[in-house]
Nanobody, 115 residues
Framework: GQLVESGGGLVQPGGSLRLSCVAS????????MNWYRQAPGKERELVAT????????TYADSVKGRFTISRDNAKNTVYLQMNNLKPEDTDVYYC?????????WGQGTQVTVSS
C-alpha cells in the first residue's frame, strides 16, 4: 500500500491549508485514517482520526475547533482542513492508514506557519 500527501506549504498565522492524502494498493474504505505531525527532535503527535466510514472523528486538544478531518472513499482520499493556523502548528504532517495489524505511512508534507 501507498499513501501520498500533498497540500503543505508556507502560510501566515491565521491562514488556512488543506492537506490531502491519496491511497493506493489496499482497500482504503476498510481502514481508519489518521493525521500525525512531527517536528525535528520531538515525538510524533496524533492530530486527528477518522473511522473507515467517516462516521467518527477525534482530534487532539491543540487543534480542536480549528482542524477538520474528512474522507472520500470513492476517491481513496483523506483530507485535513486546517484553519486559523498558528506558528506552533509548524511541523511535518503525515498520513497513516490502520486496520488491525496493517499500517501504512505517507512520506510527509511540510507545513510552515510564519509571518
Amino acid at each position: 500500500g501507498q499513501l501520498v500527501e500533498s497540500g503543505g506549504g508556507l502560510v501566515q498565522p491565521g491562514g488556512s491549508l488543506r492537506l490531502s492524502c491519496v491511497a493506493s494498493g489496499f482497500t482504503f474504505s476498510s481502514y481508519g485514517m489518521n493525521w500525525y505531525r512531527q517536528a525535528p527532535g520531538k515525538e510524533r503527535e496524533l492530530v486527528a482520526t477518522i473511522s473507515s466510514t467517516g462516521g467518527r472523528t477525534t482530534y487532539a486538544d491543540s487543534v480542536k475547533g480549528r482542524f477538520t478531518i474528512s474522507r472520500d472513499n470513492a476517491k481513496n482520499t483523506v483530507y485535513l482542513q486546517m484553519n486559523n493556523l498558528k506558528p506552533e502548528d509548524t511541523d511535518v504532517y503525515y498520513c497513516n492508514a490502520r486496520f488491525w495489524a496493517y499500517s501504512y505511512w505517507g512520506q510527509g508534507t511540510q507545513v510552515t506557519v510564519s509571518s
